[in-house]
């Protein structure tokens, strides 16, 4: 007998528990290489299903916890679990028929027919391949083999891209704590006016959020902590140190106190009750420690606004986490279980073919049709400078970020990286740019584009009124690097 707790719409024809159980760490579990027995697994599984918690998030890097969903959701949940997973593929060129492997290998494994989610993950945005993933997944999603799409560790701008180039959205899964911050602003108001909801892990930072870990000495990161702690303390690192942390602590226990419940409770509830959250992704060690009862307290439990005002004050407290949902995964501080991305990924291909020349030049292509119907090159690069053409968001034969300029300059300057990057350079050694508009009220929204995107570079910068090629471009830029070899 399944307990009854109230669902949440997180999207048309999606009601889930606002509480999802994570298999992250059956990956963790399995690190000896040793896979957990999935029958096993699958009974502990229908522990959470009985109480209530119906809904579960896992990936297919997450050792063989796709299996063991698939086992339970056949065997115990017959069929009644809202099963979510994710596809990352590895860095690089991807074709539609590697997409539609990848998503018929989680339907065998999950033992359906229509996966419930499909949550995507980008490694490099300055690679179009993050767009071509999408566009075929919104294909096989009209085909009816996913029933909704959403994104994972997305940051504002990119997902901004996505939903402004036709790509059907229902969520975007993103570490939201009261250790991380980093969702409360710019990604809300995203999500809020495109109806995406989000999906918050690491509310309770990995353990590290509880009355366990109040007045105890400071732990080291090594092979003794769970891969989730040795990701959390990184975190907890850059939020100002343990000693903040413990001044955290000391507060949310008083707070928890008063309300009767535990820290665990009471930092993953915050979370949930922020606007935009659709669900909060609390952890499951199968068979090690559940915490079933104290996660279902999370559906009945709620917080006075009182209780709010002293859990944001004492988070104000701690030093924010820079940059944007998702940076932890591409650029540094890596604020993973190893520091680097060494245990998700073994290199960065270049996103674009470059060729060199009998003239000691290099070119780099990103296979627009312009550049073959006017004969030029994305990039060109002679000794230490890069020369940039001017681009526009476009991306093979599509227009990318739709009508939204802001979308359209993003991608442009993705573009921009992308070719930098190819020929050896990055987006920090960009000494010029130069901007062309089509409509003069666009000319603050993208210049605060160019101030987000080149804030710790400041390139010698122009913006000129033009009258641009094509109908549906809004902007085009051009650059110049000099790289440092």
Same mark, same amino acid.
């Given at each position: ?7 949440k719409?997180l999207a048309?024809d ?6 999802i159980?994570g298999?992250w760490?059956?990956a963790d579990?399995e690190?000896n290489g040793i ?5 096993e697994?699958a009974k502990?599984?229908?522990n ?9 998030d896992m990936?297919?890097h997450y050792?063989?916890?796709? @299996?063991?969903?698939?086992v339970?959701n ?11 997973t994710k596809w990352?593929p #590895? ?11 990848a998503v ?9 027919e ?7 993950h ?6 179009p391949a993050?767009?071509?993933s ?11 083999y +996913?029933?909704? %799409?959403g ?6 701008a990119h997902?901004?891209v996505?939903? /402004?180039?036709g790509?059907?959205l229902?969520?975007?899964?993103i570490?939201y ?6 969702a409360?602003?710019?990604m809300?108001?995203?999500?809020l006016?495109n109806?995406? /909801? ?8 990995g353990g590290?959020? #509880?009355e /366990?870990w ?5 732990p +080291?990161?090594?092979?003794?902590l769970?891969w ?6 990184r975190? @907890? ?15 949310l226990n008083?707070?928890a ?7 665990a ?5 915050? $979370? ?6 659709g669900?909060? +992704?609390?952890?499951?060690r199968?068979g090690?420690?559940?915490? @079933?009862?104290? =996660?279902k307290?999370?559906h009945s ?8 005002n002293?859990? &944001?004050?004492? @988070?104000?407290t ?5 940059g944007?949902c998702?940076?932890e995964?591409r ?11 060494s245990h998700?990924?073994s290199s960065m291909?270049?996103p674009?073919p ?7 030049r290099t070119?780099?292509l990103s296979?627009t049709?312009w &550049?073959?119907l006017?004969?030029?090159?994305r990039?060109?690069?002679?000794g230490?400078r890069?020369?940039?053409s001017?681009?526009?968001a ?10 939204d300029?802001?979308a359209?300059?993003h991608?442009? $300057?993705d ?7 190819? %020929? ?5 050694e ?5 901007i062309?508009?089509?409509n003069? =009220? ?7 584009v ?7 570079i400041?390139p010698?910068n ?9 109908n ?7 650059? &110049?690097?000099? $790289?440092? &070899?």
């Amino acid at each position: 007998m399944v307990s009854h707790v109230m669902k949440k719409e997180l999207a048309t024809d999606l009601s889930i528990s606002p509480v999802i159980v994570g298999l992250w760490q059956v990956a963790d579990l399995e690190r000896n290489g040793i896979p957990l027995n999935p029958d096993e697994s699958a009974k502990a599984l229908e522990n959470y299903y009985r109480e209530g918690l119906t809904s579960f998030d896992m990936a297919d890097h997450y050792g063989s916890a796709e @299996i063991i969903a698939g086992v339970f959701n056949k065997q115990y949940a017959k069929g009644g679990a809202q099963l979510f997973t994710k596809w990352v593929p #590895s860095p690089g060129l991807v074709s539609r028929q590697q997409v539609k492997t990848a998503v018929e290998k989680s339907l065998t494994r999950l033992q359906t027919e229509c996966i419930d989610l499909l949550q995507f993950h980008a490694w490099n945005y300055a690679d179009p391949a993050w767009l071509d993933s999408l566009f075929w997944l919104q294909e096989l999603k009209d085909e009816g083999y +996913i029933r909704h %799409l959403g994104v994972t560790n997305f940051d504002t701008a990119h997902l901004l891209v996505a939903i /402004k180039s036709g790509i059907q959205l229902a969520t975007n899964q993103i570490c939201y704590s009261l250790l991380d911050q980093r969702a409360s602003g710019q990604m809300t108001q995203v999500c809020l006016t495109n109806n995406i /909801k989000l999906l918050a892990f690491g509310t309770v930072a990995g353990g590290f959020l #509880s009355e /366990k870990w109040l007045n105890q000495p400071e732990p +080291i990161i090594n092979e003794t902590l769970t891969w989730s702690q040795m990701k959390y303390k990184r975190f @907890i690192d850059a939020s100002g140190g343990w000693q903040k942390f413990q001044y955290l602590l000391q507060q949310l226990n008083a707070i928890a106190l008063e309300n009767k419940t535990s820290i665990a409770t009471l930092a993953s509830r915050f $979370i949930l009750d922020q606007p935009a959250v659709g669900a909060v +992704i609390i952890g499951a060690r199968l068979g090690k420690a559940e915490h @079933i009862l104290e =996660n279902k307290k999370l559906h009945s439990f709620r917080l006075d606004d009182s209780s709010k005002n002293k859990i &944001e004050k004492a @988070i104000s407290t701690l030093t924010k986490i820079s940059g944007d949902c998702g940076d932890e995964y591409r650029k540094p501080p890596f604020l993973t279980a190893s520091g680097d991305l060494s245990h998700h990924i073994s290199s960065m291909p270049p996103p674009y073919p470059s060729v060199i020349g009998s003239d000691g030049r290099t070119k780099a292509l990103s296979g627009t049709i312009w &550049e073959d119907l006017a004969g030029f090159s994305r990039a060109i690069k002679k000794g230490n400078r890069i020369l940039i053409s001017g681009t526009t968001a476009t991306h093979g034969t599509r227009l990318i970020g739709g009508s939204d300029p802001v979308a359209q300059m993003h991608f442009v $300057i993705d573009k921009i990286e992308g070719a930098i990057q190819s %020929l050896g350079g990055s987006l920090k050694e960009v000494v010029r740019t130069r901007i062309y508009i089509k409509n003069m =009220n666009d000319w603050e929204v993208l210049a605060r584009v160019h101030g987000e995107r080149f804030k710790d570079i400041q390139p010698a910068n122009t913006m000129i009124k033009a009258e641009l090629i094509g109908n549906e471009y809004l902007v085009e830029m051009e650059a &110049e690097a000099i $790289i440092n &070899e």
